[in-house]
T-cell receptor, first 111, second 113 residues
Framework: GQQLNQSPQSMFIQEGEDVSMNCTSSSIFNTWLWYKQDPGEGPVLLIALYKAGELTSNGRLTAQFGITRKDSFLNISASIPSDVGIYFCAGQLTGNTPLVFGKGTRLSVIA | NAGVTQTPKFQVLKTGQSMTLQCAQDMNHEYMSWYRQDPGMGLRLIHYSVGAGITDQGEVPNGYNVSRSTTEDFPLRLLSAAPSQTSVYFC????????????FGNGTRLTVT
């Protein structure tokens, strides 16, 4: 089946630093999504991307849908302690096909 | 706003026991799905449904059954639990088609001894 390669697997950063993570696929997707999971909770949507080349921001978060449709990245600027969690990318081919998830990036922020 | 509700939050089973994980959503979403989350494995799709009466297998369906008799409910059944099914299970829903991201429940943590 389809697989997403998400990197890095984990990150330890100082508070205030910027963060970058990315996802690549061997096949194209028409939707890219980024989710965050806090401990003991389900993933929550951060940003949705629906068009190749699209760059979308949500506060300190910025994500881009790669031109080839096979990759996406997420940047977090000026990290704060509450950014700690697991970040997942997900790709979807059509609205009626299941999401394919990356294995997640575990972010730790050192105050 | 209830959203996606999963019960129970925690469950311990013995090998061979059966149980049903409940999932209900109040958003009138056509699409519902079950994922399991294991350390280092991310979220893997077990089963999904695009509407009442329709179900399909995901990446890791073995050992699990589902049914979708109503739009609101999508229970996941373990007929004979195995230790390999120890995991955190998430139910998620969305509108079918178009730009409708998944909404997740808060998970059920299952331990099989």
């Amino acid at each position: 089946g389809q697989q997403l390669n998400q990197s890095p697997q984990s990150m330890f950063i100082q508070e205030g630093e910027d963060v970058s993570m990315n996802c690549t696929s061997s096949s194209i997707f028409n939707t890219w999504l980024w989710y965050k999971q806090d401990p003991g909770e389900g993933p929550v949507l951060l940003i949705a991307l629906y068009k190749a080349g699209e760059l979308t921001s949500n506060g300190r978060l910025t994500a881009q849908f790669g031109i080839t449709r096979k990759d996406s990245f997420l940047n977090i600027s000026a990290s704060i302690p509450s950014d700690v969690g697991i970040y997942f990318c997900a790709g979807q081919l059509t609205g009626n096909t299941p999401l394919v998830f990356g294995k997640g990036t575990r972010l730790s922020v050192i105050a | 706003n209830a959203g996606v509700t999963q019960t129970p939050k925690f469950q311990v089973l013995k090998t061979g026991q059966s149980m049903t994980l409940q999932c209900a959503q109040d958003m009138n979403h056509e699409y519902m799905s079950w994922y399991r989350q294991d350390p280092g494995m991310g979220l893997r799709l077990i089963h999904y449904s695009v509407g009442a009466g329709i179900t399909d297998q995901g990446e890791v369906p073995n050992g699990y059954n589902v049914s979708r008799s109503t739009t609101e409910d999508f229970p996941l059944r373990l007929l004979s639990a195995a230790p390999s099914q120890t995991s955190v299970y998430f139910c998620a829903s969305s509108m079918a088609g178009g730009r409708s991201p998944l909404h997740f429940g808060n998970g059920t943590r299952l331990t099989v001894t």
